[in-house]
């Protein structure tokens, strides 16, 4: 079995990222317009090639752009269906969530609530939190000023778990939580792959949302994470993570969502994995969570930034100010004159060229790139369409899809990671929809 580029798919995406020509993307890439070539023939094996470079530039997996070539080999085909993957992208994975509202009151506690992206989406789907684990002293200030009836601790969870759970919360009985949620994050496993089940994940703060998991056995949980997961260490890390959940009781799907999808006016992409319990499965035939269909239509930078209220920013210096007012709308590094460009990128101008976040302007016709921690990092730079400077608090809140009022309460910049690390609020509002339309139908 072996892959080829799709022209078609690739034609696509391009049109999407407003690349008109293969002359324009091959430069994109840093190649020869007839490198590019080679890369999109027929006989081309894109896996060990600038293929990867071709997927960065347009924010795509590699199974977007590519279609699988059958050879009879006279091999009996294997009738184990694979487990726990990510399901293909037809209809039939997603349902209509637009309409979908709560039966009641449905609970839900929050690991590594961070700036409550996430908590506050899933409160206007419906659900009512019943606490908030955070170890960040300055989210959890925000999440209190917020909210401030939410149960916020401030703790770091490896301590929660050893002295209990309980000795923090008043906990409902063993299964009654409805929704166990939280983005832990990525790394790697000293043990993966041998099968220990949860003690393949010691070490890593997984293991102690997997251990709450085990201890509450909520009737569904939702993990989110940033899409590198999906490769992590080969797909081992996944993997584990799998396995874990299902060999404590639970029916898993996992995948890809991009936020654009959803009301968000982002290019952000998160890997999120729902687990239904497995007796909740069994007896109710009906029971089979899907994933939130997309909206059908994507939102750009003038649909969400009208109006937005005056907030402090990050400032460029001056000599950097000066590079970027010569960048247009849109543009890039490739559009300042070649030598403002050799001293501006230094190393970075010989080694490829395919860079396409440093020196970057971004559009009021096109979505934002996905924020990052700093609004003014060389490599991802996210500069105003009209003004030569980074986007406001509450521009970056809005473009997270924060509503307005929810204030951050810390410094600038520990606002801009706040809202950076958050998962964007309509995100989190249709992917608990998702979850509620299982809910209801225990009711």
Request: charged residues 25%; neutral net charge.
């Amino acid at each position: 079995m072996s892959y080829i580029i799709s022209k078609e798919k690739v034609h696509s995406y391009m049109k999407d990222h407003g690349i008109k020509t293969q002359k324009e993307l091959a430069e994109q890439l840093g190649i020869s317009k007839s490198q590019l070539s080679t890369i999109l023939s027929p006989n081309y094996n894109p896996i060990k090639s600038n293929a990867m470079k071709l997927c960065e530039t347009l924010n795509v997996r590699l199974e977007d752009i590519t279609e699988q070539l059958s050879f009879d080999l006279n091999l009996q085909e294997s009738t184990n269906e694979p487990r726990s993957e990510e399901a293909a992208q037809s209809n039939d994975q997603f349902i209509e969530i637009r309409h979908v509202k709560p039966k009641q009151k449905y609970t839900v506690l929050e690991l590594f609530a961070g700036a409550g992206g996430l908590a506050l989406g899933l409160e206007e789907a419906g659900f009512e939190t019943i606490g908030l684990i955070e170890f960040d002293k300055f989210a959890c200030q925000t999440l209190r000023t917020n909210r401030p009836n939410w149960k916020v601790i401030h703790e770091d969870i490896e301590v929660i778990t050893e002295k209990g759970l309980e000795n923090y919360l008043d906990l409902p009985e063993v299964g009654e939580l409805d929704l166990l949620s939280g983005g832990y994050p990525c790394q790697a496993f000293s043990y993966a792959g041998k099968k220990r089940g949860l003690q393949d994940a010691r070490g890593t703060l997984f293991y102690h949302y997997a251990k709450i998991l085990e201890q509450l056995k909520p009737k569904m949980f939702l993990a989110e994470n940033v899409k590198g997961l999906v490769n992590h260490d080969q797909g081992k890390t996944l993997k584990t993570m799998l396995d874990v959940f299902e060999n404590i009781g639970y029916k898993v799907k996992w995948k890809v969502l991009r936020a654009l999808d959803y009301d968000v006016a982002q290019k952000r992409e998160r890997i999120v994995i729902i687990g239904v319990r497995n007796d909740i499965v069994y007896q109710n035939q009906e029971i089979d969570y899907l994933f939130p269909k997309p909206y059908g239509y994507e939102l750009v930078l003038k649909d969400i930034l009208k109006d937005v209220p005056e907030s402090p920013g990050s400032k460029y210096p001056d000599s950097k100010k000066q590079v970027l007012e010569l960048v247009p709308p849109g543009g890039y590094w490739r559009d300042l004159p070649e030598d403002i460009a050799k001293e501006y990128m230094g190393k970075s101008y010989y080694s490829g060229g395919g860079r396409t976040g440093m020196a970057r302007r971004l559009s009021w016709d096109e979505p934002s790139l996905t924020l990052t921690c700093s609004p003014a990092q060389k490599q991802t730079e996210r500069c105003h369409p009209d003004e030569t400077r980074p986007f406001t608090v509450r521009e970056y809140a809005r473009i997270q899809s924060f509503p307005d009022e929810w204030i951050f309460d810390c410094s600038v910049n520990n606002a801009y990671k706040q809202i950076g690390n958050a998962v964007p609020v309509n995100m989190a509002n249709a992917i608990g929809k998702s979850i509620i339309h299982v809910l209801n139908k225990l009711f």
